[in-house]
């Protein structure tokens, strides 16, 4: 049998009866040592009329080099695996323990306290209760994962979104075991999820988005609401409909990053939850700056700034923050008597305007700062009114269709 049988098909074939869970095994054991083989340092040379065994080097760190043989490759592979799981402390590393130091290293490399919180909640609510969590990592393949991954959607009905964001944790933790060399093949590449995601219908545009005529109405309220205060505010909700920025990013804008007819965003605000403050930090969401096209109706909006503060929208001095803005959008909805749609939902709106106007979609994830189309598409909606698209529709289904 053969190492690289897919988990989908080993699965197939113990329920067929054609394998048993000690080829199973086997054929796992083939895939370390054909991994092993890739990374171990020295030559491994073959038994030959002058030496009967196969024979390689072995160096754990600070040690002197040792020989091993084998009487087979086979043989001499094994002994090999078993060599760098102890020099790596298989032996102890639980599953849990695991955990706990990648989280460290998280630490090290992110400036979000709400990311690592949200690991956290994650494990404890999906791994934490697995058998994995105190399984040692030697015990813990491709078969045990896959078993236990489909427990956790099928138990906690996940939708696929769900899932990939509670994957992300095995993800990072297998990625970190490999570059440690923990583990010298990764369970994680090969598990298939074939049970069913619960389904989730698309909200529909209505709510995700602020149409034509709601727009109109919105705008007719910040502009008003500015000539009577001079309070940025209006003008920084006004102008994201013209940016669609996360509204971290709207918040940490200074004047230096308009260029032209772009705007370079390069920075954000983050929250500390747990000290319950915010600050900004010199990167987005996704590490990556970008240039935002800047319309002439925003750039018009940007003339009404003060360009020698030190950022674009501050009140009495002081940088405005995200939640300034999302209070801004709950008191129109509460004098208007209608539900209030979130800050997120003007990026929504940018990003379906852009769609109706013809803009290509991929134009629109960069605009975005997406980094896969799938959730730029997962943003698009239709922002028109019932009458426009009605009148879109007739018109593309009128004299010239045949009928």
Same mark, same amino acid.
């Given at each position: 049998?053969?190492?690289?049988?897919?988990?989908?098909?080993?699965?197939?074939?113990?329920?067929?009866?054609?394998?048993? @869970?000690?080829?199973?095994?086997?054929?796992?054991?083939?895939?370390?040592?054909?991994?092993?083989?890739?990374?171990h340092?020295?030559?491994i040379?073959?038994?030959?009329?002058?030496?009967?065994?196969?024979?390689?080097y072995f160096?754990?760190?600070n040690?002197?080099?040792?020989?091993?043989?084998?009487?087979?490759?086979?043989?001499?592979?094994d002994?090999l695996?078993?060599?760098?799981?102890? +020099?790596?402390?298989?032996?102890?590393?639980?599953?849990?323990?695991?955990?706990?130091?990648?989280?460290?290293?998280?630490?090290?490399?992110?400036?979000?306290?709400?990311?690592?919180?949200?690991?956290?909640?994650?494990?404890?609510?999906?791994?934490?209760?697995?058998?994995m969590h105190?399984?040692?990592?030697?015990?813990?393949?491709?078969?045990?994962l896959?078993?236990?991954?489909?427990?956790?959607?099928?138990?906690?009905?996940? @939708?696929?979104?769900?899932?990939?964001?509670?994957? @992300?944790?095995?993800?990072?933790?297998?990625?970190?075991?490999?570059?440690k060399?923990y583990?010298?093949?990764?369970?994680l590449?090969?598990?298939?999820? $074939?049970?069913?995601?619960?389904?989730?219908?698309k909200? +529909?545009?209505?709510?995700?988005?602020?149409?034509?005529?709601?727009?109109?109405?919105?705008?007719?309220?910040?502009?008003?609401m500015?000539? /009577?205060?001079?309070? +940025?505010?209006?003008?920084?909700?006004?102008?994201?409909?013209?940016?669609?920025?996360?509204?971290?990013?709207?918040?940490?804008?200074?004047?230096?990053?308009?260029?032209?007819?772009?705007?370079?965003?390069?920075?954000?605000?983050?929250?500390?939850?747990?000290?319950?403050? $915010?600050?900004?930090?010199?990167?987005?969401?996704?590490?990556?700056?970008?240039?935002?096209?800047?319309?002439?109706?925003?750039?018009?909006l940007l /003339?009404?700034?003060?360009?020698? +503060?030190?950022?674009?929208?501050?009140?009495?001095g002081?940088?405005l923050?995200?939640?300034?803005?999302?209070?801004?959008?709950?008191?129109?909805?509460?004098?208007?008597?209608v539900?209030?749609k979130?800050?997120?939902?003007?990026?929504?709106?940018?990003?379906?305007?852009?769609?109706?106007?013809?803009?290509?979609?991929?134009?629109?994830?960069?605009?975005?700062?997406?980094?896969?189309?799938?959730?730029t598409?997962?943003?698009?909606?239709?922002?028109?009114?019932?009458?426009?698209?009605?009148?879109?529709?007739?018109?593309?289904?009128?004299?010239?269709?045949?009928?």
């Amino acid at each position: 049998m053969k190492s690289n049988v897919s988990m989908q098909q080993l699965q197939e074939l113990l329920q067929c009866g054609i394998l048993d @869970t000690c080829n199973v095994r086997d054929i796992i054991m083939a895939s370390r040592r054909t991994n092993i083989k890739k990374l171990h340092a020295y030559s491994i040379t073959p038994a030959n009329a002058h030496n009967k065994y196969w024979t390689t080097y072995f160096k754990n760190g600070n040690e002197a080099r040792k020989l091993i043989r084998g009487k087979t490759e086979e043989e001499l592979l094994d002994k090999l695996v078993k060599l760098y799981e102890e +020099s790596a402390n298989l032996d102890n590393l639980t599953f849990n323990r695991l955990f706990d130091e990648w989280l460290e290293y998280k630490k090290a490399i992110t400036n979000s306290t709400n990311t690592i919180k949200r690991h956290r909640q994650h494990y404890a609510k999906y791994f934490e209760p697995s058998k994995m969590h105190c399984m040692k990592l030697s015990e813990i393949d491709t078969f045990v994962l896959e078993m236990e991954c489909k427990r956790i959607v099928k138990e906690f009905n996940l @939708t696929r979104k769900a899932w990939v964001n509670a994957k @992300t944790i095995l993800i990072g933790m297998f990625d970190y075991a490999k570059r440690k060399k923990y583990i010298f093949d990764n369970p994680l590449s090969d598990v298939k999820i $074939t049970v069913r995601y619960k389904q989730v219908v698309k909200k +529909s545009g209505n709510t995700q988005t602020y149409n034509t005529d709601e727009l109109e109405v919105l705008n007719h309220y910040l502009d008003t609401m500015y000539q /009577e205060s001079n309070d +940025s505010v209006y003008i920084a909700v006004r102008l994201n409909f013209f940016l669609g920025l996360r509204v971290g990013e709207l918040v940490a804008l200074k004047p230096e990053d308009i260029m032209g007819n772009q705007l370079h965003v390069v920075r954000e605000e983050v929250r500390d939850q747990e000290a319950n403050r $915010t600050y900004v930090v010199e990167h987005t969401k996704t590490n990556r700056d970008r240039f935002v096209v800047l319309v002439p109706q925003a750039k018009k909006l940007l /003339e009404k700034l003060d360009m020698h +503060s030190t950022y674009l929208f501050e009140r009495d001095g002081e940088r405005l923050t995200a939640r300034q803005i999302a209070y801004v959008l709950e008191k129109y909805a509460e004098r208007q008597g209608v539900g209030t749609k979130s800050t997120h939902k003007m990026r929504k709106t940018y990003a379906s305007r852009l769609n109706a106007a013809g803009v290509p979609i991929d134009a629109i994830r960069e605009q975005l700062g997406h980094s896969e189309l799938s959730t730029t598409l997962s943003y698009i909606y239709n922002p028109l009114t019932e009458d426009a698209t009605y009148s879109l529709i007739s018109n593309a289904l009128g004299d010239k269709m045949p009928v």
